[in-house]
């Protein structure tokens, strides 16, 4: 069955300080791998998006990991501000699935305190 | 700079009536989706369009009707609403098969 993990459920960390999200799937055969912040009342907006060959992509704080291998990706938040806090969210596409073919995680839902 | 919106933004109807739900995008994208979003599920798509006239089903797609005539609409109706369809909408555009989708703001939808 496909499928997309996240861990952990939430998450509460000091403003400064660093973090890791994780997500491991099941999606086979893999296209690529996207992660969303998803802000309380919002939609979610795209931070990254990674193919099968690429193991690291960041954008500004956020860096996001993928080992296809072990069907594992990580994302990583430096020196955190009061405005990470939301939803964060994997999804990964199957190779060959329709553009509607996405499967999504749950989320992780960090909260950052000063 | 609109981007792409949804309206209503929070809607409350009863059992049993239609409501439709809009959704505009101002980038010409070829792809718009309609997804739902509950407590304890992922994002579940409901339906998707590649181009006006071309609709396709989704994971979720019982109870629920769309339609594309024009590339920048995508409207999605509940013929006959369940306290079930209560949830938040979501609406989202992209240009091709491994592009980023861009999500609009969301409808919140209350069944009564």
């Known amino acids: 069955k496909n499928q997309v993990e996240q861990s952990p459920q939430s998450l509460i960390i000091l403003e400064g300080k660093n973090c890791t999200l994780q997500?491991?799937?099941?999606?086979?055969?893999?296209?690529?791998l996207r992660w969303y912040k998803q802000d309380t009342g919002r939609g979610p907006v795209s931070l990254t998006i990674?193919?099968?060959?690429?193991n690291t992509k960041s954008n500004g704080r956020y860096t996001a990991t993928l080992d296809a291998d072990t069907k594992q990706s990580s994302l990583h938040i430096t020196a955190s501000q009061l405005s990470d806090s939301a939803s964060y969210i994997c999804?990964?596409?199957?190779?060959?699935?329709?553009?509607?073919?996405?499967?999504f995680g749950k989320g992780t839902k960090l909260s950052v305190k000063p | 700079d609109a981007g792409i919106t949804q309206s209503p933004r929070y809607k409350i109807t009863e059992t049993g009536r239609q409501v439709t739900l809009m959704c505009h995008q101002t980038?010409?994208?070829?792809?718009m989706f309609w997804y739902r979003q509950d407590l304890g599920h992922g994002l579940r798509l409901i339906y998707y369009?590649?181009?006006?006239?071309?609709?396709d089903k989704g994971e979720v797609p019982d109870g629920y009707v769309v339609s594309r005539s024009k590339t920048e609409n995508f409207p999605l109706t509940l013929e006959s609403a369940t306290r079930s369809q209560t949830s938040v909408y979501f609406c989202?555009?992209?240009?091709?098969?491994?592009?980023?989708?861009?999500f609009g703001p969301g409808t919140r939808l209350l069944v009564l």
């Open positions: 989202a555009s992209g240009t091709g098969v491994q592009e980023t989708q861009y």
């Open positions: 997500c491991n799937y099941t999606v086979s055969p893999f296209s690529n």
């Open positions: 990674m193919t099968f060959s690429e």
């Open positions: 999804v990964v596409k199957r190779y060959g699935g329709s553009q509607g073919n996405l499967i």
């Open positions: 980038w010409s994208h070829s792809y």
């Open positions: 369009s590649a181009a006006a006239d071309i609709t």
